[in-house]
């Protein structure tokens, strides 16, 4: 134990929250983790028949785990892993790919970092400001009314979308800020599980997939759950939806356009999950810097994406590494954790080497997922797209992928390797090479996409070329 140990509030249970709450414990902080919601893990919030609590019901869309996700996990604390496998489900066809459901990814992390003696987790606690100057965050207990005034030597706001922390970063800073609403909405249905005649409970789509239906404008993804059941989403523009506002009004166009879906999940259960669930907006954030003094932003407080790529969470993981890297570096180079954190100019130091180090990345992350986005709705269908991957995937083939590669013992010391060598398909690079940022992905994909269009503008003159010698010579 850490004497004297220097003090950080996290700001959200989420993901992002504990698993940065779990790495400064490890650390050698004292952590305290103030969340608004209930603790998902109360017996009387679980419903039983499909393991979601009331609180987090409307949010609880499945997300998909990527090796670059598990290898943040990994590197903060690897006693995690074995837990999540446990709960995830593998996908097939999409190599070190697993879909967890929010609520069990959730109640695994919190349940780590309440484990530990030095974290305090206060839910029901919404933070409401915070004072940069005097490194103090204002937090009301939403159950008695009591405020609170909270001292802190590293905060850290991992709030969410919404997150209250960025919002006083922005009026605080000169923090560049966009927001966009994408134009699409989502809503979550979820498929149940069906019995055999045995009454075992069994899938009623192809177990361990990633189920796509893109229908032009509107696409449907389902994902599985360990119980055999799926939780889908449809996403489809505002537009399609509006003259639409009655679960009965989206029946026919259900009909019409995911016959295959409605068959499976039938009238009556799709009219009722339309009942129960809203319609959710896609927030798109970018912020630039992340920190100010001792506060900092990461997760989805500071960069919220589209989902189309899987990478939100995966992101939101890797901030937690990449921050931990950056303050045990600080620690090691000063006398230990009570010495750096005690230090407001060592602390603030660091977290301007997160904002300088994350934000291109995380900016290259967001502008892909918008590209997928594009992709998922028309592009799979399209004859080129279709070749071009194919291609991807020839010169992958060929080429010699783990050149390079870092190990998961590296990536807890190194935050990226280095640049890779050889043909690598974009997908592979961002979902699956934790050691290759998201800026450097996107860069060598477009250059590998130009090399293919020149390959295939050179191709076709050719073509054209022999062609004409054929009819005129
Ligand atoms: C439809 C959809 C599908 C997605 N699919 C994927 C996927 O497949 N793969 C993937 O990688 N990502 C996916 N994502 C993105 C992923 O959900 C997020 O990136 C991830 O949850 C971010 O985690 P976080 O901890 O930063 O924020 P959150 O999960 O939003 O957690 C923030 C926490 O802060 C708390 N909080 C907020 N304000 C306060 C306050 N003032 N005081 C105290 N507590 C507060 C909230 O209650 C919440 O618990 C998807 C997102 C959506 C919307």
């Not at 989902?307 to 590494?321: A, I, K, M, T, Y």
């Not at 750096?340 to 300088?356: I, P």
Request: proline residues 5%; aromatic residues 8%.
């Amino acid at each position: 134990m850490t004497s004297n140990p220097p003090k950080a509030i996290v700001v959200g249970a989420g993901p992002a929250g504990c698993l940065s709450a779990i790495s400064l414990a490890n650390l050698g902080w004292d952590v305290t983790i103030f969340e608004r919601r209930r603790d998902l893990r109360e017996p009387a919030l679980q419903n039983a028949a499909n393991g979601f609590s009331e609180t987090f019901r409307q949010r609880s869309i499945n997300l998909t785990l990527s090796a670059r996700g598990f290898a943040a996990i990994w590197a903060i604390d690897s006693s995690i892993v074995e837990p999540l496998l446990k709960q995830a489900v593998p996908l097939q066809g999409r190599i070190s790919l697993y879909c967890i459901g929010r609520d069990p990814l959730s109640a695994i992390l919190v349940d780590k970092a309440a484990s530990k003696d030095n974290v305090d987790v206060h839910f029901l606690h919404k933070v409401e400001t915070i004072d940069f100057d005097k490194n103090t965050l204002h937090v009301e207990n939403t159950v008695s009314g009591e405020k609170l005034d909270v001292k802190f030597d590293l905060c850290i706001g991992a709030d969410g979308s919404h997150s209250v922390i960025r919002r006083h970063l922005l009026a605080a800073t000169r923090m560049e800020y966009s927001q966009q609403y994408l134009s699409h909405e989502y809503i979550q249905i979820k498929i149940p599980y069906g019995l055999d005649p045995a009454g075992n409970p069994v899938s009623l789509l192809p177990a361990n997939y990633l189920h796509v239906w893109p229908r032009g404008d509107s696409t449907l993804v389902a994902m599985a759950n360990k119980d055999k059941s799926f939780n889908t989403a449809i996403f489809a523009p505002r537009s399609v939806f509006s003259g639409m506002e009655s679960p009965e009004d989206l029946l026919p166009w259900f009909q019409s356009d995911f016959p295959d879906f409605m068959s499976v999940l039938g009238k009556e259960k799709l009219l009722a999950e339309l009942r129960r669930n809203p319609r959710s907006q896609l927030i798109i954030t970018k912020a630039n810097p992340y920190h100010k003094g001792a506060a900092v932003i990461l997760g989805d407080a500071a960069h919220s994406m589209v989902p189309f790529d899987g990478q939100g969470l995966n992101s939101s993981l890797e901030d937690v590494r990449i921050l931990s890297i950056l303050l045990r570096r600080a620690q090691q180079a000063s006398a230990g954790p009570s010495h750096f954190g005690h230090n407001a100019a060592a602390v603030s130091r660091v977290l301007e080497q997160f904002s300088e180090n994350r934000h291109d990345d995380v900016t290259a992350m967001s502008d892909l997922s918008m590209n997928s986005h594009y992709n998922l709705r028309r592009g799979f269908a399209t004859f080129g797209y279709v070749i071009k991957k194919y291609i991807d995937k020839i010169l992958y083939a060929g080429s010699a992928k783990g050149a390079g590669k870092l190990t998961l013992s590296d990536l807890k010391e190194n935050i990226y390797g280095p640049p890779p060598s050889g043909w690598m398909p974009l997908y592979n690079m961002v979902s699956f090479r934790a050691d290759i940022s998201y800026a450097t992905a996107k860069k060598k994909a477009a250059s590998q996409d130009r090399l293919m269009d020149r390959a295939g503008m050179a191709i076709g003159l050719l073509a054209v070329g022999y062609a004409l010698r054929v009819l005129f010579l």
